[in-house]
Nanobody, 126 residues
Framework: QLQLVESGGGLVQPGGSLRLSCAAS????????IGWFRQAPGKALEGISC??????????YYADSVKGRFTISRDNGKNTVFLQMNSLKPEDTAVYYC?????????????????WGQGTQVTVSS
């Protein structure tokens, strides 16, 4: 059974950094596209980044809102995808989710309902 578990969230001051992890079990993560999403209170779910599967050369994609500040990467040995978040802003405050799907669609991925993690809270505040 495919399972994704996010970790690494927390409270950070504006301008700070966090690294989120999306650990996979039950499947080989490199064969899927993995997307990161976030949902702020009262706002819609927002796709922010995607990394394609190894068959598509691990291409990476970013939403304009995070481009230049966030970096998505994958460690196949750990079966984990990371989201390095730098220069964090209060508007980055949200619950962050990862999801697995067949391909990246720009900076998102279309994932089945059971291919999502449970989320990790990121709060950017002084």
């Amino acid at each position: 059974q495919l399972q994704l578990v996010e970790s690494g969230g927390g409270l950070v001051q504006p301008g700070g950094s966090l690294r989120l992890s999306c650990a996979a079990s039950g499947f080989t993560l490199s064969t899927y596209a993995i997307g990161w999403f976030r949902q702020a209170p009262g706002k819609a779910l927002e796709g922010i980044s995607c990394i394609s599967g190894s068959s598509r050369d691990d291409s990476t994609y970013y939403a304009d809102s995070v481009k230049g500040r966030f970096t998505i990467s994958r460690d196949n040995g750990k079966n984990t995808v990371f989201l390095q978040m730098n220069s964090l802003k209060p508007e980055d405050t949200a619950v962050y989710y990862c999801a697995a799907g067949p391909v990246c669609v720009y900076h998102t991925v279309v994932a089945r309902d059971d291919n999502w993690g449970q989320g990790t809270q990121v709060t950017v505040s002084s």
